[in-house]
């Protein structure tokens, strides 16, 4: 016979497991300074926006107001771009908040999330570009400070259906902007749930030290120190208030453009358990 306090304590682990309750993270502080598991019925505008419209990059898809390519079930949010026709729509999230570390401490952004399906053929997700990324908060200041001079920082992209995510640095001509920024990129199991987070490292007094480390369930893969930069001023932005993004764009200078092919639904969406920022 299992106790009550057995049953109580399995409860709550299956509930932890199914909600994606954000996980304790060794030298931070916990609850994370802010969370979102999904666990409502729909996107808490509380905590995000819908960014619509048209973007750059020579994108295909739009971003309608309705944010219907939106959904929150069973504790995730799905992002799922549709084909309309020939016409492409998607979901792109902003965080209401911006984020920076404070002087002397670290700041972890984190997300667990999935990309597409095990069944779709990778030639099927030509143009598919899911990402997990911040912009710094000076763009949404009037007048707004126009990219890469804003400061983008990239926690998860992956294009094509590939196999690889990138955690990359935009800032200007310092991290080899207009063009791939700095970056680098890590192989992982497509279709199945990873942890993506970049921590920002201010505890050395000197910025040519401090750091934005990127990392892949736990495991760090790259790191841009700010004497990869090498100006101060620009660093500051990089490190400054940064707001994130969740979203999963169609075509575009970097994947190239979708093809008649190209699935849409679920197969080329992103879902995600939740996303956390912490701090030390």
């Not at 080899?176 to 987070?197: K, Q, V």
Request: with cysteine; proline share 7%.
């Amino acid at each position: 016979m299992y106790s009550l306090a057995a049953v109580a304590a399995l409860a709550t682990l299956v509930t932890t497991t199914i909600a994606g309750v954000p996980e304790q993270v060794p030298g931070f502080t916990y609850p994370p300074k802010w969370s979102d598991d999904f666990s409502g019925k729909s996107v808490d505008t509380d905590l995000w926006k819908f960014w619509t419209g048209q973007p750059s990059n020579g994108e295909q898809e739009v971003y309608p107001s309705s944010g219907a390519n939106c959904q929150v079930t069973a504790g995730t949010l799905q992002i799922t771009p549709q084909n309309n026709g020939g016409q492409w729509t998607s979901c792109r999230l902003e965080s209401l908040d911006a984020f920076n570390a404070t002087a002397g401490k670290k700041l972890r952004v984190q997300a667990k999330l999935k990309v597409g399906q095990p069944v779709t053929p990778a030639a099927q997700m030509q143009g598919i570009w899911p990402a997990f990324w911040s912009l710094g908060e000076g763009m949404r200041k009037t007048p707004g400070v126009p990219w890469p001079a804003c400061g983008e920082i990239d926690t998860f992209e992956s294009v094509n259906g590939a196999a690889m995510g990138f955690g990359t640095v935009h800032c200007g001509g310092p991290c080899n902007d207009p063009g791939p920024g700095l970056t680098s990129g890590i192989e992982f199991d497509y279709a199945s749930y990873h942890t993506w987070a970049h921590v920002v490292d201010l505890t050395s007094a000197d910025w040519r030290a401090q750091s934005i480390a990127f990392l892949l369930d736990g495991r760090e893969y790259r790191t841009v120190i700010g004497s990869d930069v090498g100006s101060q001023d620009i660093w500051t932005t990089l490190v400054g208030p940064m707001f994130m993004t969740l979203n999963v764009a169609v075509g575009g200078k970097w994947p190239g453009g979708a093809s008649a092919s190209t699935v849409s639904g679920a197969p080329a969406g992103m879902e995600v358990q939740y996303v956390a920022v912490y701090e030390s």
